[in-house]
C-alpha cells in the first residue's frame, strides 16, 4: 500500500492528549472499573472511544483482540496497551498501575478486616447496588461493540458460534480464538470483503470507523534490540524478588512459596480469573493449607464487587496466608506484605507482555490476511463478551445458579425463586437513568450505590427480609 493511499484512507489526527489529562482519566477508570472484564471493557469502550474519542474504533478492537489472548487480565492489559499507544512506556505504566491500585488498596482494607473480624456486611452492603448498575454498563458495551465489530452475516455468525462453543459447552477460549484466527486468515483470500468489520484493522479501513479521528499513536519500531532492552528490565523486575527470597529466607518460606505458586499462575491464566481460580481455590485450601473451605468463595465474592481486576482475589489469598503464618512479625504487617508481594508477581508480567509485544501486534495491522483474521477473532470476542455478560447477570439477578451437565452440554440454570428481586429494580433504575434520562456513569453508579445500602443496611432489617 502507498504513502498516498494510506494517507488519503486516514482521517486527520486529533490533537495530542495531554499526559496530565490522561493520568486523570485513567484514575476514573480505576475508580470505577466494576463488573468484571465485561464491565471495565464496557468502561473503557464508553470513556475511550465514545466519549474522549482517544482511540478508534478499529484500533480498540486490534488492542482488544492481543490482550484476549494473552494470560492474566485482559482488561488492565488492554489499560495498558492504550496507555503505551498514547504517550509510550510512562503511559502504559500510568494506565495500567491507576487500573489496579484502587482495587489494590481496597482488597488489602477489605482482606484485614476479614481477617481481624470475617464481617463484610456493611461493604457488601454498599457494593450491592453498584453491581446491578454494571449491568447498564455491560448491557450497553455489548450493543455498542456488536454494532462495530459485525459487519456481516458471517461476522454475526462467528459472534454466535463463539458464544455458544464457551457459554454452552465449555470450549477453552484460546481455541475459540485460535479457529476464529485461522478461518480468517485462510477466508480473507476467498472472500476478502466478509473479513471487513465496520470498525475494521489495518489503516486502509480507518476511514469506516464513527467515532472521528483519533489523536497521534504510538509508533515503535519492532526490532531484536527494543525487545531485548523491554526483556532485561522486566525480566529482573518480575524474577528478582523470587529468586532473593529464595536465596535469603529458603523455598519454604511463606513468601518465597506464595512468589514462586502465583508466577506460575500468571502464566496459565488464559481467558480470565474464572479460569484459574478453581485451582487456585484447590491448591491454597488442599494443598497448602492458607484457606479454610468456603473462605475462597467469600474472597470472591469480595473481588467482584470491588474495582479493579478480578484476579485481585489472589492478593486475599497472600494476605490470609502471611497472616496466618507470620513468623516474627505483626499478622497485619505479615498479611499487607504477602498480599502486596503476590500483586507483584501477578501484575509484572503483564506490563511485559504488552511492552514486548505491542509493536508487533501494531505492525499486523499493515498485513491484509492478518488483518482479516484479527477481524475474525474481533467477532469471536464479541460472544466471549455476551458469555461474561450473561454469566454477571445471572449472578447478580438469581441468588443462585445451579450448573447443569448433560453429556458435554454445559447450563446454567438460575433458580428462579431465588431471583433478587431489588437487584433486578437497581439494574431496571441504572437502564432508565443511562439510556432515557442521560444521568452519567458516575451519577448512577453512585445513586445505585446508595439505594443498594439503603436497601440491605435499612429496609431488610426492617421488614426483616
Not at 152 to 163: G, Q, R, Y
Not at 303 to 323: D, K, N, R, W
Request: hydrophobic share 60%; net charge neutral; with cysteine.
Amino acid at each position: 500500500m502507498s504513502a498516498g493511499t494510506t494517507a488519503a484512507a486516514q482521517p486527520a489526527a486529533a490533537p495530542a492528549v495531554a499526559f496530565g489529562t490522561a493520568v486523570g482519566v485513567w484514575l476514573q477508570i480505576g475508580l470505577t472499573s466494576f463488573g468484571g472484564p465485561a464491565g471495565q471493557i464496557a468502561l473503557m469502550h464508553r470513556v475511550l472511544v465514545e466519549e474522549k474519542r482517544w482511540i478508534g474504533e478499529a484500533r480498540f478492537l486490534h488492542a482488544l483482540n492481543y490482550c484476549m489472548l494473552l494470560p492474566g487480565p485482559e482488561a488492565m492489559q488492554l489499560a495498558t496497551y492504550v496507555g503505551w499507544l498514547l504517550h509510550g512506556t510512562r503511559g502504559g505504566l500510568v494506565a495500567g498501575t491507576l487500573f489496579i491500585l484502587p482495587g489494590f488498596l481496597v482488597i488489602m482494607a477489605l482482606s484485614a478486616l476479614y481477617a481481624g473480624f470475617q464481617d463484610l456486611s456493611l461493604v457488601q452492603a454498599i457494593f450491592f447496588g453498584i453491581k446491578a448498575a454494571v449491568l447498564a454498563v455491560v448491557f450497553d458495551a455489548v450493543l455498542r461493540i456488536a454494532r462495530r465489530a459485525l459487519g456481516n452475516a458471517l461476522l454475526t455468525a462467528l459472534a454466535a458460534v463463539s458464544f455458544i462453543g464457551i457459554f454452552f459447552f465449555d470450549v477453552p477460549f484460546p481455541v475459540i480464538v485460535i479457529a476464529a484466527g485461522v478461518f480468517g486468515f485462510f477466508g480473507q483470500s476467498r472472500a476478502p470483503a466478509l473479513f471487513v468489520g465496520k470498525g475494521a484493522h489495518g489503516p486502509a479501513q480507518a476511514g469506516a470507523e464513527d467515532t472521528g479521528p483519533e489523536p497521534s499513536l504510538r509508533t515503535v519500531p519492532a526490532t531484536a534490540a527494543r525487545a531485548l532492552g523491554v526483556l532485561g528490565v522486566w525480566l529482573p523486575l518480575w524474577f528478582g524478588p523470587i529468586l532473593l527470597l529464595v536465596l535469603t529466607v529458603g523455598s519454604s518460606d511463606i513468601y518465597a512459596r506464595l512468589a514462586v505458586f502465583f508466577s506460575k499462575m500468571a502464566v496459565v491464566t488464559f481467558g480470565g480469573a474464572y479460569a484459574v481460580l478453581a485451582y487456585v481455590a484447590q491448591a491454597a485450601v488442599e494443598d497448602f493449607g492458607w484457606l479454610r473451605p468456603g473462605e475462597m468463595l467469600d474472597g470472591l465474592g469480595l473481588a467482584e464487587t470491588t474495582p479493579g481486576p478480578l484476579i485481585l482475589v489472589l492478593q486475599y489469598v497472600g494476605f490470609l496466608a502471611s497472616f496466618r503464618d507470620p513468623g516474627s512479625l505483626d499478622p497485619f504487617l505479615a498479611g499487607a506484605i504477602g498480599g502486596a508481594l503476590v500483586v507483584w508477581v501477578t501484575f509484572v508480567p503483564c506490563f511485559l507482555w504488552i511492552f514486548l509485544g505491542a509493536p508487533y501486534v501494531e505492525r499486523l495491522r499493515e498485513n491484509q490476511r492478518l488483518s482479516a483474521a484479527l477481524t475474525a477473532i474481533t467477532a469471536a470476542v464479541v460472544g466471549v463478551i455476551l458469555n461474561l455478560a450473561a454469566w454477571f447477570a445471572l449472578h447478580v439477578l438469581f441468588r443462585t445458579v445451579d450448573t447443569v451437565r448433560i453429556g458435554p452440554l454445559k447450563l446454567e440454570v438460575p433458580a428462579l425463586a431465588s431471583l433478587d428481586t431489588a437487584a433486578l429494580v437497581l439494574a431496571a433504575l441504572a437502564v432508565l437513568a443511562l439510556f432515557r434520562v442521560k444521568v452519567g456513569m458516575l451519577p448512577t453508579l453512585a445513586g445505585c450505590a446508595a439505594l443498594g445500602a439503603l436497601y440491605r443496611l435499612v429496609l431488610v432489617p426492617l421488614l426483616g427480609a
